[in-house]
T-cell receptor, first 114, second 114 residues
Framework: GENVEQHPSTLSVQEGDSAVIKCTYS??????FPWYKQELGKRPQLIID?????GEKKDQRIAVTLNKTAKHFSLHITETQPEDSAVYFC?????????????FGDGTTLTVKP | DAGVIQSPRHEVTEMGQEVTLRCKPI?????LFWYRQTMMRGLELLIY????????DSGMPEDRFSAKMPNASFSTLKIQPSEPRDSAVYFC????????????FGQGTRLTVV
């Protein structure tokens, strides 16, 4: 089955700096890669996703890149703010399964220091 | 739509007691997933349903765990008998038939077994 590895497990940055979280996946057939943000005591919520037919997607301060050949994808947050502090999960999904059955990474705890 | 609704939000029970967690998916969503989240194991998929039918329960840890979905708007996850190591946050999530789409999570139930 699919295996998703996520790094780093913790990340601390100064407000205004950029943060990058990286994930690798094992199943070359996976074609949907969502990123979820989970604030303390709250539920995971989708912040951005990318499909395998594109290499990069941006939404304001957040961007995701995908390298299908290397089977890795990354989340980039620019101009970080304290409210970006949360746990971020990457996931990978096979085309013949629903996205909810995505295989999740172990999460990255991002701390943005003011 | 109110989103995925879970109840109760918090549950404290004594070891050996039966615990029932409840979930109402988003109307029109035909996939429903039960996850367990702990610090040690991260986010684990326990079981998922499609059109009320259990598709994959390989993530259910033991026979003490069971899940049902009697209709499209309701699902339960039952633990009987409960043990302290079952303490975790249990999330329900739902999504649509469309291949590879976002999963919407409920607020979770924080279960503490003492």
């Amino acid at each position: 089955g699919e295996n998703v590895e996520q790094h780093p497990s913790t990340l601390s940055v100064q407000e205004g700096d950029s943060a990058v979280i990286k994930c690798t996946y094992s199943d070359s057939a996976s074609n949907y890669f969502p990123w979820y943000k989970q604030e303390l005591g709250k539920r995971p919520q989708l912040i951005i996703d990318i499909r395998s037919n594109v290499g990069e997607k941006k939404d304001q301060r957040i961007a995701v890149t995908l390298n299908k050949t290397a089977k890795h994808f990354s989340l980039h947050i620019t101009e970080t703010q304290p409210e970006d502090s949360a746990v971020y999960f990457c996931a990978a999904s096979h085309p013949y399964t629903n996205a909810g059955k995505s295989t999740f990474g172990d999460g990255t705890t991002l701390t943005v220091k003011p | 739509d109110a989103g995925v609704i879970q109840s109760p939000r918090h549950e404290v029970t004594e070891m050996g007691q039966e615990v029932t967690l409840r979930c109402k998916p988003i109307s029109g969503h035909d996939y429903l997933f039960w996850y367990r989240q702990t610090m040690m194991r991260g986010l684990e998929l326990l079981i998922y349903f499609n059109n009320n039918v259990p598709i994959d329960d390989s993530g259910m840890p033991e026979d003490r765990f069971s899940a049902k979905m009697p209709n499209a708007s309701f699902s339960t996850l039952k633990i009987q008998p409960s043990e302290p190591r079952d303490s975790a946050v249990y999330f329900c999530a739902s999504s649509r038939t469309d291949m590879n789409t976002e999963a919407f999570f409920g607020q979770g139930t924080r279960l503490t077994v003492v």
